[in-house]
């Protein structure tokens, strides 16, 4: 009993420092307001030992990791990548995009990505003629070619940061590098693929298929001899993807929601319902996971303190018993290994709609609304992060 008091204690004193995790969502052109969040962080000096994505957010976190493990300054890469795959979409668009409203503005710049594809990020296949199959559209499995994207990144990724480096920790037992997790999906299995730097190297292939969206007619993608989609479809908050990965160290979790939870108003027609839905569909539902991750918690601290009275020197237990009990040792303890982190704080920062709701509005690259979006995330998160002070 002594030997498993003394492992249970050293599993409770290892997390005295939790882990700083941040999640992030896909949500096509949204991921400009993930920027916003994360330019405020990091103005306010948060520093992340786990981050993770799905979609665009696995490109988002891919940036972040990549310029925080190189030393430069990050939330500048991050914002210079949106600004540079944005479009000038409207002629004279400063004058043109404040006369307009949002709506007509994101409706405008939708139909214009829709067309011509964003040309730093998605090229249309009516614009590939030596494509496979390019005289014959029903038989084509994709509308856009990443290949524009793949060569941007190379101008904002330095991939040498985020090899493979599980071991790598500073004196006072923190991670010198942060841990990189991109979330896809395997269209043969129906299974997620999970990349993790702490096992293996992450690459532009890697990323790209993490954002391989169908039904908007991204190209799948060939990654580690799988057909890879995006990981959207399987979970668009990979929460927890980071417990799976990391499930010793309790953590502190920072999530942005780009999909709002609440409306409302009702929708008025097909176009509003189809938007409502993708909303609930992508929208944070990590709220269930953290409440069973606080359950699990108790439940291991209840059997810590069973453990604690057995083990007194008061307690009488004879010794076929306490043989009984030492045997349950290496189940606790694998217990702990696979489920013993837990939850410290939740800080979640999540996009509003007041009005302008429109389906495509995540296809709206012009440089207006990824500016305006970039603001509202710096804002949003300022005023959780200032509620959540004050509450203290």
């Known amino acids: 009993m002594t030997t498993l008091n003394h492992k249970i204690n050293k599993r409770f004193t290892k997390n005295m420092n939790p882990e700083t995790v941040l999640v992030l969502q896909g949500g096509g052109s949204l991921g400009a307001y993930e920027c916003g969040v994360f330019k405020y962080l990091y103005q306010h000096n948060v520093e992340f030992d786990i981050l993770a994505g799905s979609s665009i957010g696995a490109l988002n976190t891919s940036i972040i ?14 914002e210079d990548f949106w600004i540079t795959i944005s479009e000038n979409v409207l002629p004279y668009e400063s004058l043109l995009t404040h006369l307009s409203s949002d709506k007509s503005n994101a409706i405008w710049s939708s139909m214009n990505s829709i067309l011509y594809g964003i040309p730093k990020a998605f090229l249309p296949k009516w614009f590939m003629p030596n494509s496979t199959n390019y005289c014959f559209p029903f038989d084509w499995t994709y509308f856009y070619d990443p290949s524009p994207l793949r060569k941007t990144l190379k ?22 590098k942060s841990r990189l997790i991109i979330t896809a999906t395997d269209i043969q299995k129906g299974e997620p693929v999970i990349f993790d730097t702490a096992y293996t190297d992450i690459t532009v292939d890697q990323i790209i298929a993490s954002i391989g969206y169908p039904f908007y007619g991204i190209r799948w993608s060939l990654a580690d001899e799988r057909y890879l989609w995006d990981g959207s479809l399987l979970t668009n908050t990979p929460l927890m993807e980071v417990f799976k990965a990391s499930p010793i160290k309790n953590k502190k979790l920072y999530i942005v929601d780009v999909f709002p939870r609440e409306q409302k108003e009702i929708p008025q027609n097909m176009i509003e319902v189809w938007h409502r839905a993708r909303d609930i569909i992508f929208m944070d539902k990590t709220d269930k996971n953290i409440e069973m991750l606080k359950i699990n918690e108790r439940s291991l601290n209840l059997l810590k303190r069973v453990y604690e009275i057995l083990n007194s020197e008061d307690a009488k237990i004879d010794d076929r018993t306490r043989e ?45 609304r990824i500016k305006k979006l970039i603001s509202k995330g710096e804002k949003d998160a300022g005023l959780v992060i200032t509620k959540k002070n004050k509450s203290k």
Do not use: C, W
């Open 65 to 78: 990791t990549s310029a925080q493990n190189g030393g430069e300054n990050v939330a500048k890469v991050l």
């Open 155 to 176: 101008d904002f990724i330095n991939f040498e940061n985020l090899k493979k480096d599980p071991k790598i920790t500073s004196k006072d037992g923190r991670k010198e």
């Open 324 to 368: 009984s009990i030492n045997k349950l040792d290496k189940e606790y303890l694998d217990l702990t290994q696979k489920y013993g982190a837990s939850v410290t704080d939740v800080i979640r920062v999540g996009r509003k709609e007041k009005d302008s709701h429109y389906m495509f509005e995540d296809a709206d690259f012009s440089r207006y």
